[in-house]
């Protein structure tokens, strides 16, 4: 985001505006917001460290957008960095796309789309460095939200707008952490290891969409992110307590994984996707000593049961082609399972043979037809007495890592979020990565 001298504005890309363009420009280089923002927010502190790329609606076809740039501490830059001129007293920006470009216009309608400027990139952005305060509207999405940060790129990425909002890494976990965690239910210190597990996460993988320009998507596939959407003074707090912390291991980043519940103990990580096993990622019992009950018991997902009839899975299994149209369900049972308790392969008995199916196979099958009782983790027994299926299970999740109920257990115990980390990232130690003791700017989720 480096500006570029005024004067490599292209103007002539302004038919309309190349008058006042000089004037314009003039302003807004030099224009001072009326009101710096940040002394009304409690987020400055979160400003330390690095700074991290969201793409933002990644999943939608966006083709068009309007800004609200009533806020004086926000520029319209073009691709250069220059600041593009806009009309006097126009508080709106609208682009859309057009011919793989972005179109800017400041009325609305498609006639001044047909008009507008193209851009390879613009940027709504901070007249310096500034945090500003971002509303959007998406039509497309039915969609009115407001970002905060250094600002949000628009350029066209196959054939569609693709926004990205820039902002420190510590807001970014502060805005995240009430969709992983509910500040509300979860006490303090069990939410500051979840800060630290999510800081950790999100250096580490940093470069998880590194090669498309950008750090992080808004959805499930990294953390779900909504900009101001969820929040929450207290996610705000814990983040600034634990600011720059992270878990370490033989002086490299951790793994930062978190789950719900773990039903008991947590799992090895090889053994949910392979790969070498990772001595702090192993299967931890989640309790004060054994024949206690677990840390996480208190989670609505810590027990649950699905009831059905042999006959039912029959219909099932048969649609899938795993029985034959003859062949008549008799059992089923957990075939393996694994060293973490959790099942890897289900029998099938019938009145002619049997057969094994993979565990995942099996829960996708079950749950498509469940609906929303659902076979919540792979920790669980079968029972079949006559026509009745009983699925008990444990848990919800992955098991590996932090549990986040088990998280909450402990620190209802006493126990504070270093003994929590300890407790299931074993051999793991805390650090500060950056903060404000050290120097910031140290930043391994390089802005590409
Ligand atoms: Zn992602
Ligand atoms: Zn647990």
Known sequence: MRGKPVNSVPRNKFPVWHLAGAVLLGLLAGCTPPEPLQRFWSVESLCTGPTVRIRIFQQFEVSRARFDLSDGALVLCDENGAPIPRPPKTNYVYVSLRENQVA??????????????????????A???????????????????????GGIEVSVKYGRLAFVNQLPLELYLARVLPSEMDPEHFTAEALKAQAVVARTWALKNGSRHGRFGYNFCDATHCQVYKGRFLVSRRAERVVKETLGEVLIYQGHLAEGFYHSTCGGNTAFVHEVWGGSPVSYLSRVEDRWRSGNRPYCARSPFSEWTIWTSLRRLQRLMKAEHWMGETEELQDVKVDMVNFSGRVQRILLVTNQRTRTVPEESFRRLL??????????????????????????????????????????GMAQHGFGYPEILRHYFQGTSLAEHYGNSRASGNSPTSTP
């Open 104 to 125: 800017v216009a400041f009325e609305p309608g498609p006639e001044a789309a047909q008009q507008a400027v193209k851009f390879s990139k613009i940027w709504v952005r």
């Open 127 to 149: 007249v310096d460095a500034r945090l500003v305060f971002i509303k959007l509207s998406v039509p497309e999405l039915n969609i009115r939200r407001n970002y905060e940060g």
């Open 367 to 408: 749950n498509q037809e469940f609906g929303k009782t659902k076979i919540l983790s792979k920790f669980y027994e079968i029972e079949v007495d006559g026509q009745q299926f009983k699925l008990s299970g444990k848990g919800l999740g992955h098991g590996v890592g932090l549990c986040q109920w088990g998280a909450r």
